[in-house]
Each structure stands twice: as C-alpha cells, then as structure tokens.
C-alpha cells in the first residue's frame, strides 16, 4: 500500500481547526449530534471486545430494514472503514476498477493505493452528473474486478435512478464484477429511495453509516451488507486484521440512536427540505454560479460560469480569508477549481444564509 493524505481530509474543517472557520459550508452530513441530547445511560455497559461482526441487535435491526439476515450485515468503523475493507479484499495491484469521478475521495483513494489500474468515468456537468450505464457499463473489461457507484452521489447529489440501478447489478452479475453501491446518503435521498442494492444481486455490496443522515460520525459507525457468504468471510478476515471488532461504545450507542429513528428522523428532513430551499433561492438569484439540482442528500456542486468574470484563486482567498466563509473546492474532487461542493444541511439556517451571502460578496469582489 502506498498512502497519499487525501486534499479533503488535509483540508478539512477538523484539521484547520474550527476556530478559523466562521460559515462552514464544506461539510456533506447533517448537523452534529449532543450526545445528552440522546438520552442515553451507558453506565453498565460492558468494555469488552464486541462480537466481530458487530453488535448483535444492532445487525440484526439493520437487518430487518434491509431484508436479509443479521449475518449479511458487518459493522465497520464508519463507512470509510467498509470501502477501505472492499477495496483492499477485493483489489489486488495491477487489477483493474470502474469507478466514477468526481466521487467521495476515498472511492479512488484506496484502489490507488493499492496500485489498482483505475478506468474513471468521467461525470460530466453537461450530462447532469448522470451515469449513463450502457455506457459504463461497456467500459467493463475483462480484468476488471470491482466496480463501484455512489449514489445519492457526492459531490454532486444526483440519484442513480432504480431501473438504472437494476440494469447494473444485472451486467455486472452476467460479467461476474462485484458491485459496490456506496448508499451512505440512502436516507436522504429526496424521492422514494432506491432499493437496497445488496438485496439484488450475490456480487453487490452495500455500504451505509450513521455519519451523515443522523449527523453522527463521531461515533464512527458504518456497515456493509452482502448475502455472499464466502465474500462475507473475506471481509470480515480483513476487519479482523485492521480492529478485530468495533467500539462497543459506538455501537451501543448507534443501536439506542436507532430504536428512536422516528423521534429524530421528521426534524432531520424538515430541515434539510427547508435548507435546499434556500440554497435554491440563492441559485435564482446567484447567476455567475451554474448548478445540477440535488436529488438527494445534502450537498451541491455548482460551479463558476466561466464568463462570470470571476478569478477563482481569488475568489476562494477572498471567501476563505476575508469572510471565513468554507466550502469544498472542486480539486477535493480532482476537478476544475471553478466548481465547488456547497453543504448545506451542516450549517445553522444563519450561518447557511451567512455563507451563502459571503459567497456572493466574494464572487463579486474577486473580479478577473
Ligand atoms: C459517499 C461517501 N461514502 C463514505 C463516506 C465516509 O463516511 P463515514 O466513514 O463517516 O461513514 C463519506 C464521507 O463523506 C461519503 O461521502
């Protein structure tokens, strides 16, 4: 393995500190959960080594949602854990992956650390961000090992719609490619969400955490989900080998947090609906940006015109030094600078409308 620190965590809000970041639009969860707030009692709680494959009740609840058996569900530390153990069992150096771009770092992080060979397909802003599957679906070769979609997407919070969705499990099952649907946004999705992609098909993997619908990723709670045994026992050989187990801290927690979903869940959509309003508002009126609409989750990739007569280095020194106003610039995401990930379920309602006024005084200001 050959490690590289990834641009979006190095700059991330966490590791600049907090304290120099006033309007922080760059984040892709939900607002952070108190956990007083939860109402939770974790005095007898045992510290042992939790079962391997994660706490019981809690596979077995997730379970239930999905329709499969406790047993196809591995608790991981996060979703970022589940796509390192995906990628690391199933590539090998040289072997080659499909995979989309812009996408969660990550996502091509680690088969580049690997040494995997990497066919991208290009999302492109003219096309929607969409992924025409016949498409990728032919840049599927013969070496060809993994292939791997998120959706709802990040950056660019475009859907894979359902028929697209069944159409790719059905050819990479015919070419015998694992799948793997990063569903870490599912619940947020705007429509009716997608189906479970693990349930359609033995070779597709699942991949969800707690981080962003529930804004919840202190407790670094993911999962995986397959109905293939022998790929199952892989994976759980290689979470043996990178943390034996979870936190039983974490998961005690995550099982408590989703026994009371519904108490939680209607505020969570409530303000994410009344946020992208806003956010949409802000587009009406913000022309020198151009935008895909969200489909699901909270985040947006607009982008610069580029006859905006804007000078984007200047426009990000302007909005990040001057105004303290964040977000995710494009090269988080190996693109163009000029196109930037917005996050607009993070921020209070004040500090959403605070940054996003920012954004437009530093697009003003920062002229070519
Ligand atoms: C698509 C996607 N997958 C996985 C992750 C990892 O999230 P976590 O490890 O907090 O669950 C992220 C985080 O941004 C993400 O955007």
Wanted: with cysteine; hydrophobic share 40%.
């Amino acid at each position: 393995m050959r490690y590289v620190r990834m641009p979006i965590e190095i700059e991330s809000p966490e590791q600049m500190g907090y304290d120099n970041v006033k309007f922080n639009l760059t984040e892709s969860s939900f607002r952070d959960a108190v956990l007083g707030d939860l109402d939770l009692d974790l005095s007898k709680l045992v510290l042992c080594y939790g079962d391997h494959l994660g706490l019981k009740p809690l596979r077995e609840l997730l379970a239930k949602e999905y329709g499969v058996k406790a047993d196809d569900v591995l608790l991981t530390v996060g979703a970022a854990h589940a796509l390192f153990l995906i990628s690391t069992s199933f590539l090998e150096k040289g072997d080659r992956l499909l995979v989309e771009r812009p996408n969660y770092a990550t996502n091509i992080e680690t088969p580049r650390a690997i040494g995997a060979a990497i066919d991208f397909y290009e999302l492109t802003f003219e096309d929607g961000y969409r992924l025409d599957v016949e498409k990728f679906a032919a840049m599927i070769r013969p070496e060809t090992k993994l292939v791997s979609v998120t959706t709802p997407h990040n950056p660019t919070g475009v859907v894979l719609p359902e028929a697209d969705l069944r159409k790719l499990v059905e050819i990479t099952g015919k070419k015998g490619v694992t799948l793997l649907v990063d569903e870490t946004y599912r619940d947020m999705a705007f429509g009716k969400p997608t189906p479970f992609a693990a349930t359609l098909g033995r070779h597709v993997i699942s991949v969800c955490s707690l981080s962003k619908t529930y804004g919840l990723p202190g407790i670094r709670l993911g999962w995986l989900v397959s109905t293939d045994p022998k790929r199952m026992e892989t994976l759980l050989a290689a979470k043996e080998q990178s943390v034996i187990a979870g936190s039983v801290v974490d998961e005690t927690i995550a099982l408590e947090y989703l026994k009371t979903r519904a108490k939680h869940f209607p505020a969570i959509q409530a303000k994410i609906r009344e946020h992208h309003r806003i956010l949409e508002a802000f587009y009406a009126e913000e022309k020198r940006l151009e935008r895909v609409p969200t489909e699901g989750g909270v985040v947006s990739f607009p982008r610069i015109r580029k006859d905006a007569g804007v000078d984007v280095e200047k426009f990000y020194e302007c909005l990040n030094g001057k105004y303290r106003t964040f977000v995710g610039p494009g090269h988080w995401f190996e693109q163009e600078r000029r196109s930037m990930r917005i996050g607009f379920g993070w921020p209070t309602t004040e500090e959403l409308r605070g940054g996003l006024a920012n954004l437009s005084k530093a697009l003003g200001e920062a002229k070519a």
